[in-house]
């Protein structure tokens, strides 16, 4: 058996002990990918026919509070960041109201074909009346008339999808009318994660995955399992902390390698902070 092979299936016997990261990350060390990745590879996300980049430009680098490392950069510095990955075939802009980057990620809009990006950003509200606002909020900021992927932000409770039922009822009917292409969550504990999975209504999760274990919901072995049975519904997993919010910065190469090969991701996010580093970044992926 491929020792990608091994590290999918071990993730969904029943009883299977969970493998360390330290086993992870030796099986990652010595396995060759069985094909070429790059960082502008075209991915459908899902079942939602949206086409983009397999790397989307993360703006929220311990983003909250309308603030991250990448809104650090300016309007100016974060667009011209942006527009280094367009111009190296990225076309997916990862933002957020919470990481304050609208208005960075519009300068950006400007200097490019609207359809030629898919643009996600994600709420924190928790009811209906907020949700409705921020969708009418969001595309003034980012000069847009539709968003591509609107997520509900920051989940944890296991009854999410009861709780907050007004906000997926008006993500739901922004899609009907062309508002939005496509909706779903953004996880943080695995108990909002394993709703994902099951709930009809999640087209697009973006899951918090790595070798480690650093800043996730579980385990890698937990986590893998819980997005294979996402992929098996045909939902679009896109990864996030795929270097572990830092964590792994140092193990670059074989962070990414494990993006690759884990067989779960359709794309992933990866938050550079300056056009050397996502340069550097684009480098590693192909290199991989």
């Known amino acids: 058996m491929h ?41 459908t996300l899902g079942s939602t026919g949206i086409k983009t980049s397999r790397l989307a430009m993360g703006t929220g680098t311990v983003g909250s509070e309308h603030h991250s490392h990448q809104t650090a950069l300016g309007v100016k510095g974060l667009s011209d960041l942006l527009l280094n990955g367009y111009d190296h075939g990225l076309r997916f802009f ?74 997926l009822d ?20 695995i108990e909002a994660l394993r709703t994902a999975a099951k709930s009809p209504w999640v087209e697009v999760d973006l899951a918090r995955i790595n070798p480690i274990g650093a800043i996730m919901d579980a385990d890698p072995a937990t986590v893998v399992g819980v997005l294979k049975e996402m992929k098996a519904a045909g939902k679009a997993v896109v990864g996030m902390k795929i270097l572990g919010q830092g964590a792994l910065r140092t193990r670059q190469d074989e962070a990414i390698k494990f993006a690759l090969s884990v067989g779960v991701l359709d794309a992933f996010t990866i938050g550079a902070e300056s056009i050397p580093e996502q340069n550097d970044l684009i480098r590693r992926i192909a290199a991989a």
């Open 3 to 43: 020792r990608r092979e091994f590290l999918i299936r071990s993730t969904t016997a029943a009883g299977a002990a969970w493998l360390s990261s330290k086993s992870i990350l030796n099986a990652i060390a010595e396995q060759t990918l069985s094909a070429k990745f790059s960082a502008s590879d075209t991915v």
């Open 94 to 167: 990862d933002a957020a109201d919470s990481y304050g980057s609208h208005p960075h990620v519009a300068e950006a809009l400007k200097h490019v074909q609207r359809d030629q990006v898919t643009v996600l950003t994600k709420t924190f509200s928790r009811d209906a009346a907020s949700a409705r606002a921020d969708l009418d909020r969001f595309r003034k900021e980012l000069g847009t008339d539709y968003l591509d992927i609107c997520l509900i932000h920051c989940v944890t409770e296991a009854d999410w999808t009861d709780r907050y039922r007004g906000v």
């Open 170 to 189: 008006v993500l739901s009917e922004a899609k009907e009318k062309g508002i939005i292409r496509a909706h779903g969550s953004s996880c943080h504990t």
